[in-house]
């Protein structure tokens, strides 16, 4: 099945400093969804975005459905050590299946 | 409101055996979809129901199944256990109607070993 190209695989940031990472796919969706997962817990959703261009923020959090509808782009801001998991993207046309990226493990150092 | 609910949280089984999942969605969903996770495959889409139907289909093979009941909650079946098969089975729950309500709210997973 399809897998969503994220990048980038791994980070290891300071506290307090920005991430930003992204996700793209070869086919267009109409729903994005951005997920953060903690060792041995289900991902727990962070931002949904319906929208070519939106621009959906969630406290520190920052997401943009793509242009192209083929990417969308989260950001976090001053990020501190609850941050760290791995976040996925997932993608959804229709009432299709989610097809969900290969995750990015943020390690935040204090 | 509670969230979504997987039993058990964890399974130890031999290879050969089945194994049946439960997952328990947010009430009101009627949407439940299952994932296998593993670390070097990532999320892998099973199956998804909707009021009782099969809507979406992974590639998987036979050996995994599931259903819907009336009341939404679902099932989900592995025949004859691989030692592949090991990994953290998720299943999402949403309203399944679409654009609006199209958000999946995950469960803890069941995390199967088999043996």
Known sequence: GQQL???PQS????????????????????????????????PVLLIALYKAGELTSNGRL?????????DSFLNISASIPSDVGIYFCAGQWGLGQFYFGTGTSLTVIP | KAGVTQTPRYLIKTRGQQV???????????SVSWYQQTPGQGLQFLFEYFSETQRNKGNFPGRFSGRQFSNSRSEMNVSTLELGDSALYLCASSLGLGRVGTEAF??????????
């Open chain 1, 11 to 42: 980070m290891f940031i300071q506290e307090g400093e920005d991430v930003s990472m992204n996700c793209t796919s070869s086919s267009i969706f109409n729903t994005w969804l951005w997920y953060k997962q903690d060792p041995g817990e289900g």
């Open chain 1, 62 to 70: 920052t997401a943009q459905f793509g242009i192209t509808r083929k």
């Open chain 2, 106 to 115: 995950f469960g803890q997973g069941t995390r199967l070993t088999v043996v």
């Open chain 1, 5 to 7: 190209n994220q990048s």
């Open chain 2, 20 to 30: 049946t999942l439960s997952c328990s969605p947010i009430s009101g969903h009627r």
